[in-house]
Each structure stands twice: as C-alpha cells, then as structure tokens.
C-alpha cells in the first residue's frame, strides 16, 4: 500500500486543524481563539477535542484503505467495542471499523469498485491526531469539497452522543445524513453552559440552518430565570449579526427526571427553563424575526422514552439517540425547511473544514 499525507483539506464537520507531531488533529472549536472558551479545567476545549461527527472526505477509486494516527485514548467502560470508525458513501454507512485504546489504525477493505466520493467519520469519544491514510498501489484520493447546505447544532453530551452506536450514528449525523446536509456538531458533554464565544464562532460560520438545543448543562450551576432568559436572547442576537435570515430553531431540555420540577439551588427548574426559552423566542418573533422557532425538548425525548432507553436518567443509549434521530427529523427540520424562502440565504457553501 502507498501512504498519502492528511492535510485540513481533506477534514469537514471542524472548525480547525492543528498540525502536531508530522500529524494533523482536528477540533470542533477553532484553537487558535482559545481564549474565547474558557472553563473550569479547560473542559470546553477538551471536550472540543473529541471528534464528534468529524469527516474525511475524499474522491477515491480505492475498494481498500487504513486510516492511520496516533494512538487513541482509552476508551470508557460502556464502549464494549471500543472507539468507532464509519466509512459513509451516498450517506449510508458501509462499513464500520471499532478501535481499542492504544490503537494507531482503522484498516477498510472491500469497498465498492469504482470512482466514488468516500466520508471516514471519526469517532465522538476521543481526540484524533491523523497521520496518513494507506492505499492499495495504483489508487488515488483527492481531497473532496461539501457543497450541500451546512447545518451547525450546538448542544450538550445529548448533542455530543458519545454512546451512538456508531461515529456516523450519533443523531445529528443520522438527521444530516437523511437530509443530506453538511454538518457540524458542537455538541460538548457536560459543556454546554451557554457560552457566547461559541455564539460567535455560530454566528461566523456560513452555516444555511442553525439549530439550538440549550440548557440542561446550567441547571445543577447556580442558574436562575433571570440569567438564563438574558443569556438565551443574547445568544440569538449575537448569531444574528450575521444570519438574519438564517432558519434558526431552539430547542429546550428533553425531559430530564432529577431536575424536571425539583428546584436547584436557587429555585430553578427544567420545566421553568422551557417556559422562559419559549418566551424569549416568542419576543423575537414579535419584533419581526419570522425565520426563528422554538421546539418543546420533550417532543423530542420525553420521561417514557427517558425510562425506557436512560441508565442514568439523562443520556440516551444508541437506539435511543436513534429515537430522538427520528423525533428530531419530524419535529425541527420541517421547521427549519419551511423558513429558508428568501433570496438572503445561499445554500450550498462550503466551510474550509
């Protein structure tokens, strides 16, 4: 096999690409403005680490392929196979490839023959430095351009989806690969406090539909009604510098049963945070603002589905995340396609990564 360098050509789904070690490391937040994500420990930027529905994509006519990078970290005690690695054409998974800790290869072979564009989807529960990827001699992979609509959805470890069944089975890459839309997923378990240097990067990216799923990170923070309806309508007018137009829903906690209507501790409730969350956009939406929605989370994951695939109350098992896949694809993306007539909005632009 002959080895062909990784350059951030070839990354999609990032905001950056690092070079480290003669490698490449991708990052869902861009890291050359780490200032702008501070948290306790460095959380945000190491959850941004993780890769997340992170692509490869390539033009190849190669049936066989090895990724290679650097060793992984281990991998968490519910990952009974390990990190995954998906090989995706026309947005199907063909195949799939579960990596251990300490492994520096993902190794694809009987792929379909022919000219064909391929998406190596890296995994959400770990970093991944690329190193090179090996073909068999006489083939070829030309980094390939992702001119569908870009979609960016920002959320928790509900968005981050660290125990999908699969790197192309977190439910944002089940939703974008239905829909056939180029996606960025910032979700960031246990990370998503409503920070506004990630309003920013939203609002920088040339993204055609923006989706919001916010809150149930703060609850057990200190937050309070006051600060978390200032915060939300912050973030919506700061995205809306430069996406006026811009279909742009907002999502409120899925149910959540040790926070659903016992109060924190000073005095704040997830059923409150929904009623303020609705609010908020419903103001927005008064003053003119006829491409923003707001989803009820618990359309999405309600307390039946929470007992029936939750071990922890909280985060959804793979058939779960593929439940709220399916919810999610009934309850927002009609929202989001009915929104997008108007001659502001270009589809189809390619963000560099």
């Known amino acids: ?25 991708p990052w869902r937040l861009p890291h050359y403005r780490q200032h702008l994500f501070p948290s306790p420990g460095g959380l945000l930027l190491e959850k941004a680490l993780k890769t997340a529905d992170v692509r490869l994509r390539f033009d190849t006519d190669a049936t066989a392929f090895v990724l290679e990078f650097e060793p992984l970290e281990p991998a968490q005690n519910y990952l009974e196979k390990g990190h995954a690695f998906d090989v995706v054409i026309d947005n199907r998974i063909i195949q799939s490839a579960y990596c251990k800790g300490h492994a520096s290869s993902a190794q694809f072979k009987g792929l379909p023959e022919g000219r064909k564009i391929v998406d190596i989807w890296l995994p959400p529960t770990t970093s991944v ?27 928790s470890s509900l968005t981050h989806c660290m125990r999908a069944g699969s790197a192309a089975g977190t439910w944002p890459a089940i939703v974008a690969r239905k829909n056939n839309l180029n996606l960025i997923n910032l979700g960031f378990g246990g990370q998503c406090c409503l920070d506004p240097g990630v309003a920013m990067y939203i609002r920088d990216l040339p993204a055609d539909f923006i989706t919001l799923k916010l809150g149930i990170n703060t609850i057990n923070k200190g937050m309070n009604s006051r600060i978390y309806s200032a915060l ?79 071990a922890d109350q909280c985060h959804p098992n793979a058939e779960g995340i593929e439940l709220m896949a399916e919810k999610f694809n009934g309850q927002v993306i009609p929202l989001l396609i009915n929104k997008t007539a108007s001659p502001h909005i270009s589809h189809g632009q390619d963000n560099n990564f």
């Open 1 to 25: 096999m002959i080895h062909t360098d990784i350059d951030q050509n070839f990354i999609k789904g990032a905001a950056s690409a690092e070079p480290v070690n003669g490698g490449i490391r």
């Open 129 to 155: 430095t690329l190193t090179g990827l090996k073909l068999e001699k006489g083939s070829f992979a030309f980094p390939a351009a992702d001119h569908r609509p870009l979609w960016a959805t920002w959320g």
């Open 232 to 310: 939300v309508a912050a973030i919506i007018e700061i995205i809306r510098e430069k996406h006026r137009y811009t279909p742009l829903t907002l999502i409120s906690p899925i149910a959540y049963p040790p926070h659903e209507t016992e109060p924190n501790d000073v005095g704040y409730t997830i059923e409150g945070m929904r009623e303020d969350m609705e609010k908020v956009v419903r103001s927005f939406v008064e003053t003119g603002d006829n491409r923003l929605s707001y989803v009820n989370g618990q359309k999405i994951f309600n307390a039946e589905d929470i007992a029936q695939f939750s």
